[in-house]
């Protein structure tokens, strides 16, 4: 079946180093993939997002890299912050019906 | 300012009691949807509605049942609670095209 999974369920990282959040996703026939943060007690909310005609885009301090080869997704976060501390979901999306499927998600730990 | 809105926030109940919760956007969205996120934080899509049309409907027991009065409001009744039904449930709506799913502060149900 379909699924899309992170590679690690938590990444510590000192604050002001840069973060790297994996994510392998199993449908080649996905259009669009897109990145989500929770915080604690909140909802997700949208980071970023990449279409499968491209293999990277930029935000601020954020850059999300797709690999359509070997069904790769990343999301690089660049001097991490204490307020980025999180768990941080990808999600691909097939077909037309908007269906989102989501990973299994990374918390994102900052350390002062 | 809200773009996605649920009630209630919190919801503690008994087993077997019938319950609703309700979510509304003002984004000006058509389709709208229900997530469940388990004590793991894994977030599954249970169901789907395109301008009060039901489009997704995925393999979630039939004590649940969404009603779509509106393409602004999604709400989710659910019969006779169990106690695997305890977890957080998210309303999210996209526009068109059906990408970016901007999702609501959760409603944390527990079951006792």
């Known amino acids: 079946g379909e699924s899309v999974g992170l590679h690690l369920p938590t990444l510590s990282v000192q604050e002001g180093d840069n973060s790297i959040i994996n994510c392998a996703y199993s449908n080649s026939a996905s259009d669009y993939f897109i990145w989500y943060k929770q915080e604690s007690g909140k909802g997700p909310q949208f980071i970023i997002d990449i279409r499968s005609n491209m293999d990277k885009r930029q935000g601020q301090r954020v850059t999300v890299l797709l690999n359509k080869t070997v069904k790769h997704l990343s999301l690089q976060i660049a001097a991490t912050q204490p307020g980025d501390s999180a768990v941080y979901f990808c999600?691909?999306?097939?077909?037309?019906?908007?269906?989102?499927?989501f990973g299994q998600g990374t918390t994102l730990q900052v350390k002062p | 300012d809200t773009a996605v809105s649920q009630t209630p926030k919190y919801l503690v109940t008994q087993m077997g009691n019938d319950k609703s919760i309700k979510c509304e956007q003002n984004l000006g969205h058509d389709t709208m949807y229900w997530y469940k996120q388990d004590s793991k934080k894994f977030l599954k899509i249970m169901f789907s509605?395109?301008?009060?049309?039901?489009?997704i409907n995925e393999t979630v027991p039939n004590r649940f049942s969404p009603k779509s009065p509106d393409k602004a409001h999604l709400n989710l009744h659910i019969n006779s609670l169990e106690l695997g039904d305890s977890a957080v449930y998210f309303c999210?709506?996209?526009?068109?095209?059906?990408?970016?799913?901007?999702f609501g502060p959760g409603t944390r149900l527990l079951v006792l």
């Open positions: 999210a709506s996209v526009g068109t095209p059906k990408e970016t799913q901007y």
């Open positions: 509605y395109n301008n009060k049309e039901l489009i």
């Open positions: 999600a691909e999306k097939t077909g037309n019906t908007g269906k989102l499927i």
